[in-house]
């Protein structure tokens, strides 16, 4: 495994040179900065699709080496053995925030405190899509009008690049199931995280949640609905699901190690985070992910799923519609 909190140049050529040998390399977008947002895509492109998320939020970097090594194991061999590689079109977009990372990644590589959470204009992304319902949370996680809060939501929704960017890549992939990785708290969360109303589909997310934990051979993940966590507007997996009909989680990697032992670190956003041991904090994740894309992929040919999403459209299973 790669030296795990790299620049994002670095990290920006590891998901290249991935593509380059094995699948292809798309720019859906640039950043607020001008830096690239790209996509990847591998296997077969008219099998139904995945779509894989990462760096939404800056400082959780962790998540995206996860996202990665999910990516290796998929197209380089430890995918293939189970079939999945050839039943499933992978689609990610892994650095969806660069600009943070980018500045998060140089104050870590000269022992500065990082933090740095939304885009380049302060907006959290994760509450910049178009909210999937119209109730209102008091939580101050829940999406912000204010700009100098941490989840300032943006004047309205996809108004920064980078969220403009996964919606096109969406819209275009109609993506089956989608996962983003975010950091930390070793939970699996699934929408809804706007109402704690239940999730028409929990059955199925709760399906695929509990193949998820069984796969892992460390410390298993909790499943929960996202708003029994804490309330949100505008997140990507609530419109996703409510939109598209995608089957969504998020996967936060990870949890508090020693990382927090020293006062430096305790102090630094960063290492609350992101992990000093990354290799059993990512194989952990691993093997979770792909137990869930078996289950996804048993489901889909056993039966379509006949269940309705939060407006009265199709919910849509990993199967394509027969």
């Known amino acids: 495994m790669d030296s795990p909190y790299s620049r994002w140049e670095s990290f920006d050529a590891s998901w290249r040179e991935l593509a380059s040998r ?3 390399e798309e720019r ?4 607020v900065e ?3 947002i790209r996509a990847y895509s591998f296997g077969p492109a008219g099998a139904p699709a995945v779509m894989f998320t990462g760096l939404l939020h800056g400082v959780e970097v962790i998540g995206a080496i996860a996202l990665r090594e999910v990516a290796r194991a998929l197209v380089g061999g430890a995918g293939l053995s189970r079939g999945l590689a050839d039943q499933l079109r992978f689609v990610f977009a892994p650095i969806v925030n660069p600009d943070a990372y980018a500045a998060n990644a140089e104050r870590v590589a000269r022992g500065a405190r990082a933090w740095v959470r ?3 204009r302060g907006v959290d992304l994760n509450r910049n899509f178009a909210p999937a319902g119209p109730a209102r949370s008091a939580s101050p996680f829940a999406g912000s009008r204010w700009a100098f809060l941490p989840h300032f939501a943006g004047p309205h929704p996809y108004s920064e690049p980078e969220t403009r960017a996964v919606r096109d890549l969406a819209l275009a992939t109609r993506p089956k199931l989608a996962l983003g990785f975010h950091s930390f708290g070793n939970l699996l969360l699934y929408p809804w995280g706007f109402t704690a109303r239940r999730n028409p589909r929990a059955v199925e997310y709760e399906r695929l949640g509990r193949a998820f934990r069984a796969s892992q ?4 993940y909790t499943l929960r609905q996202a708003s029994g966590l804490y309330r949100t507007q505008g997140d990507l997996d609530d419109w996703l699901d409510a939109e598209l009909g995608t089957l969504a989680l998020t996967v936060e990697v990870g949890t508090l190690d ?3 032992l020293t006062l430096s670190r305790l102090l630094d956003p960063f290492w609350w985070m992101n992990p000093l041991d990354v290799r059993p904090t990512v194989e952990n994740t691993l093997h979770g992910v ?3 894309l078996e289950a996804a992929c048993s489901s889909a040919r056993a039966v379509d799923h006949p269940t309705e999403p939060l407006e009265p459209r199709r919910g849509i299973a990993l199967a394509a519609r027969r």
């Open 290 to 292: 792909l137990g869930l």
């Open 34 to 36: 001008g830096r690239p």
């Open 118 to 120: 939304g885009n380049a």
């Open 22 to 24: 094995h699948g292809a």
């Open 28 to 31: 859906i977008g640039e950043s």
């Open 258 to 260: 020693r990382r927090l």
């Open 217 to 220: 051979p460390g410390a298993r």
